[in-house]
T-cell receptor, first 114, second 110 residues
């Protein structure tokens, strides 16, 4: 059983389109995250939800909107896609929002904007 | 803001060698994580440290809180250890967010 899953794995789309990435965890964790990994492989936090409540909202364009319908799901919707949005997006979960807890990562979604 | 520096950026070793990857950070932390990212892209958590030392198989992670420094050691390295190793820290003031280093690309040749 996959602990943290993301769909789709690959996403190729044109500038200006709107797209969503979905994430689900079956670990019973309270906290979920979205990370962006750029072309230089640098990981950066975008958002975090704890029990469906937004607790981290980094300096991310408001074209990016996370939604957590329940503790097990965290989706990322991106409006008006731009070339610079091309990256790998990772979802992760942890038992608690405290940094003392291990994070479990999904396989990533490679987004290519043309 | 915590700055996280890893060294070296790239490391090539022969199978069987002892490997050390270093991580330094600029301000006090609650926790430090070591992650592994394989060539296929998946990220796996290796260790979470708040003090001392942890060992798992051939991997050992140490942290010196006073010196703001951590090391990841791999004993008897193997080609399957080839990956990017990423250090991430959670600051004292903010218990929710990890700040990541830029990673160390390790290549172990047979």
């Amino acid at each position: 059983d996959t602990a943290v899953s993301q769909t789709p794995k690959y996403l190729v789309t044109q500038m200006g389109n709107d797209k969503s990435i979905k994430c689900e965890q079956n670990l019973g964790h309270d906290t979920m995250y979205w990370y962006k990994q750029d072309s230089k492989k640098f990981l950066k936090i975008m958002f975090s939800y704890n029990n469906k409540e937004l607790i981290i909202n980094e300096t991310v364009p408001n074209r990016f909107s996370p939604k957590s319908p329940d503790k097990a799901h965290l989706n990322l919707h991106i409006n008006s896609l731009e070339l610079g949005d091309s990256a790998v997006y990772f979802c992760a979960s942890s038992r608690s929002s405290q940094v003392l807890y291990e994070q479990y990562f999904g396989p990533g979604t490679r987004l290519t904007v043309t | 803001k915590n700055e996280v520096e890893q060294s070296p950026q790239n490391l090539t070793a022969q199978e069987g060698e002892f490997i050390t990857i270093n991580c330094s950070y600029s301000v006090g932390i609650s926790a430090l994580h070591w992650l592994q990212q394989h060539p296929g892209g998946g990220i796996v958590s290796l260790f979470m440290l708040s003090s001392g030392k942890k060992k798992h198989g051939r991997l050992i992670a140490t942290i010196n809180i006073q010196e703001k420094h951590s090391s990841l050691h791999i004993t008897a390295s193997h080609p399957r250890d080839s990956a990017v190793y990423i250090c991430a820290v959670g600051g004292e003031g903010s218990n929710y967010k990890l700040t990541f280093g830029k990673g160390t690309l390790l290549t172990v040749n047979p």
